[in-house]
């Protein structure tokens, strides 16, 4: 008996991974010394992984982060006020940026 032949899983052709930002806003106001300012990121394949990704906004990194479950958020805080509003999200295998 042939496995291969009897396989009827679908296999992925083409990218591996790939990512979007559509959005980010961070909470400048509620940022309160020690705590930081939240910050809310929204896409598409926004997932955590055995790696979490690198996560920066404005050039500040993201720590602290959760992933909603459908894949459509990421949030977390930042230590001080982001420097611009340029979002980058790199998985290692996947890369996605957002603003200047």
């Known amino acids: 008996m042939d496995k291969q032949r009897n396989d009827t ?17 961070v909470d400048s106001k509620s940022g309160e010394k ?8 929204e ?6 992984a055995i790696s979490p990704p690198a996560v920066t ?9 959760e992933f909603a479950p459908d894949g459509r958020t990421i ?3 930042v230590d001080e006020p982001p420097e ?3 979002v980058v999200v790199d998985y290692g295998f996947a890369r996605a940026e957002l603003g200047t």
């Open 57 to 65: 906004v404005g050039g500040r990194r993201v720590h602290n982060l």
């Open 43 to 48: 896409g598409v394949n926004l997932r955590g």
């Open 84 to 86: 611009s509003e340029h």
């Open 75 to 77: 949030r977390g805080v």
């Open 9 to 25: 899983r679908r296999h992925k052709h083409g990218p591996t991974g790939w990512l979007r930002l559509d959005q980010c806003s």
């Open 34 to 41: 020690g705590r930081g300012y939240p910050v809310t990121i």
